[in-house]
Nanobody, 120 residues
């Protein structure tokens, strides 16, 4: 059983940056993904990274602005978010699964989420 805990969310002005962290309870030989859910909307894929960090994938809406990374020695994944805008406001969830995928059904473990609010 893997437990994931996100942190780093908060309130930021448009154009600003935030860095989210996802700490795992143990060694994470899993791909990691970030998803988000805005009020009244479904869960949306943001980005994913393979277990060794060799491959990364991004939604078109965040490409060039967000960067996913991981430090397996620290059992932690990160999401660096730059040039934030109001459309990025959502609860952000990290997840662990067997493969880096945009399909949330492929992920086995989920964190509780962290709120990101971007003021315009």
């Amino acid at each position: 059983q893997v437990q994931l805990v996100e942190s780093g969310g908060g309130l930021v002005q448009a154009g600003g940056s935030l860095r989210l962290s996802c700490a795992a309870s143990g060694r994470i030989f899993y791909a990691m993904g970030w998803f988000r859910q805005a009020p009244g909307k479904g869960r949306e894929f943001v980005t994913a990274i393979s277990w060794n960090g060799g491959s990364t994938y991004y939604a078109d809406s965040v490409k060039g602005r967000f960067t996913i990374s991981r430090d397996n020695a620290k059992n932690t994944a990160y999401l660096q978010m730059n040039s934030l805008n109001a459309e990025d406001t959502a609860i952000y969830y990290c997840a662990a699964g067997l493969s880096a995928s945009s399909d949330y059904g492929q992920y086995r473990y989920w964190g509780q989420g962290t709120q990101v609010t971007v003021s315009s």
